[in-house]
């Protein structure tokens, strides 16, 4: 079973940046693509953004131009870049991992509150 740790989550003001991160273990991260998907309270989870193991992104519309997804040169971990920061941002965000047969693994989730 893959672990994935987040972290880089907080508090900030509308307009700002923060930076996640998830760290996969194992060697199996490389071989996968990994995302960012977001839970706002009283909605249902969504897609943020996902990068495969050859570096192909793919980003929700509703963060295109201010969001961007990254992954280490390891490949085991996966950056999101949060600029231009809205209160709609505000969400508990999770990194997800799927393995080419279509397994998902899922992190704890780290909480992100944009304050207006």
């Known amino acids: 079973q893959v672990q994935l740790v987040e972290s880089g989550g907080g508090l900030v003001q509308a307009g700002g940046s923060l930076r996640l991160s998830c760290a996969a273990s194992?060697?199996?991260?490389?071989?996968?693509?990994m995302g960012w998907y977001r839970q706002a309270p009283g909605k249902q989870r969504e897609f943020v953004a996902a990068?495969?193991?050859?570096?192909?992104?793919n980003t929700a519309n509703s963060v295109k131009g201010r969001f961007t997804i990254s992954r280490g040169n390891a490949k085991n971990t996966v950056y999101l870049q949060m600029n231009s920061l809205k209160p709609e941002d505000t969400a508990v965000y999770y990194c997800?991992?799927?393995?080419?047969?279509?397994?998902?693994?899922w992190g704890q989730g780290t909480q992100v509150t944009v304050s207006s």
């Open positions: 194992g060697s199996i991260a490389s071989r996968s693509t």
């Open positions: 997800k991992l799927t393995r080419r047969d279509g397994f998902p693994s």
């Open positions: 990068i495969t193991s050859d570096g192909m992104t």
